[in-house]
């Protein structure tokens, strides 16, 4: 099966910048994760969605940041403005709806955000 | 607060050797418990996890971890250490079937030389 698949791999903007990243899970996973691995550091949750519909956003900086999963596929995750340290990681994982705790997550490659 | 720590930052062993890379967690409740490997410019990949039953658990590439409920440990471990398994690891928890995320320690850069 086709694994979580993230774009763009690599990104260059300045500081007060806007950027955008874009994430599809593995087909009929409901449950979609964006983390953020900052150098050194394990990988922090932004926000999960359960189908289309927000679970957890509680660590997400929501006066720069923002999530949407329409349509409850595929989800996009954006910064504006991005500030220098914004520069990490951004690792999207899914899993399979139902099985929440004893499933594994799958990730994608990330997102390397590099903020000048 | 759950939480997971990895006390090394890195491990260096010599190929053929036996590795060990330590984890410690800190939760409420039954923990779900997992390891994943992170290449250079790849994403995370998935080793083995420990749910319920045999504290040893087997996984991918010959690596095995061991359950201890009264020490809240997982360390990973690996009988015969290869050059091509130096990457760095991550042990992650996660508690309850609520939907909650996986929650991750600091890392630990495994180092094996020839």
């Known amino acids: 099966e086709a694994g979580v698949a993230q774009s763009p791999r690599y990104k260059i903007i300045e500081k007060r910048q806007s950027v955008a990243f874009w994430c599809n899970p593995i087909s009929g996973h409901a449950t979609l994760y964006w983390y953020q691995q900052i150098l050194g550091q394990g990988p922090k949750l932004l926000i999960q969605f359960q189908n289309n519909g927000v679970v957890d956003d509680s660590q997400l900086p929501k006066d720069r940041f923002s999530a949407e999963r329409l349509k409850g596929v595929d989800s996009t995750l954006k910064i504006q403005p991005a500030k220098l340290e914004d520069s990490a990681v951004y690792l999207c994982?899914?899993?399979?709806?139902?099985?929440?705790?004893?499933?594994?997550?799958?990730f994608g490659q990330g997102t390397r955000l590099t903020v000048v | 607060a759950q939480s997971v720590a990895q006390p090394e930052d890195q491990v260096n062993v010599a190929e053929g050797n036996p590795l060990t890379v330590k984890c410690t967690y800190s939760v409420s409740g039954n923990p779900y418990l997992f390891w994943y490997v992170q290449y250079p410019n790849r994403g995370l990949q998935f080793l083995l996890k420990?749910?319920?039953?045999?504290?040893l658990v087997k996984g991918s590439y010959g690596f095995e971890a061991e359950f201890n409920k009264s020490q809240t440990s997982f360390h990973l471990k690996k009988p015969s250490a290869l050059v091509s398994d130096s990457a760095l690891y991550f042990c992650a928890v996660r508690v309850g079937q609520a939907g909650t995320a996986l929650i991750f320690g600091k890392g630990t850069t495994l180092s094996v030389s020839s």
């Open positions: 420990y749910i319920t039953g045999d504290n």
């Open positions: 994982a899914s899993t399979p709806a139902g099985r929440w705790g004893n499933t594994e997550a799958f």
